[in-house]
């Protein structure tokens, strides 16, 4: 399995960004997938993952209305829009994917990861 994330930068306050995730070695329907993120001197955290086992997307309580999540199966790619972004989102984002974790434990943890995109948002 491997991911490999795309699309980070600089971005300015009230910006917006979208990263990509070329996945392989997976079935991207029979797998949940999400993205995570790190910002500095903090612990990982869930930002939003879609669970294969009902599709419903889950989402961290502070990126609700401004992030969103899709995949393409045909491309094999997941998606993480992100709109309306401050300072406080700045961090190294991670794609993630994981064929048996369901539901909102997908917000948790996941089995295979991507390096990491580097997101900041500065004026």
């Known amino acids: 399995v491997q991911l490999v994330e795309s699309g980070g930068g600089l971005v300015q306050p009230g910006g917006s960004l979208r990263l990509s995730c070329v996945t392989s070695g997976i079935t991207l329907e029979l797998y949940t997938v999400g993205w995570f993120r790190q910002a500095p001197g903090k612990e990982r955290e869930g930002v939003i993952c879609?669970?294969?086992?009902?599709?419903?997307?889950y989402y961290a309580e502070s990126m609700k209305g401004r992030f969103s999540i899709s995949r393409n199966s045909a491309k094999k790619t997941i998606d993480l829009q992100m709109n309306n972004l401050n300072p406080e989102d700045t961090a190294v984002y991670y794609c993630?994917?994981?064929?048996?974790?369901?539901?909102?434990?997908?917000?948790?943890?996941?089995?295979?990861w991507g390096k990491g995109t580097l997101v900041t948002v500065s004026a």
């Open positions: 879609i669970s294969h086992s009902d599709g419903d997307t």
């Open positions: 993630a994917t994981d064929p048996w974790v369901v539901g909102e434990n997908c917000l948790n943890s996941m089995r295979y």
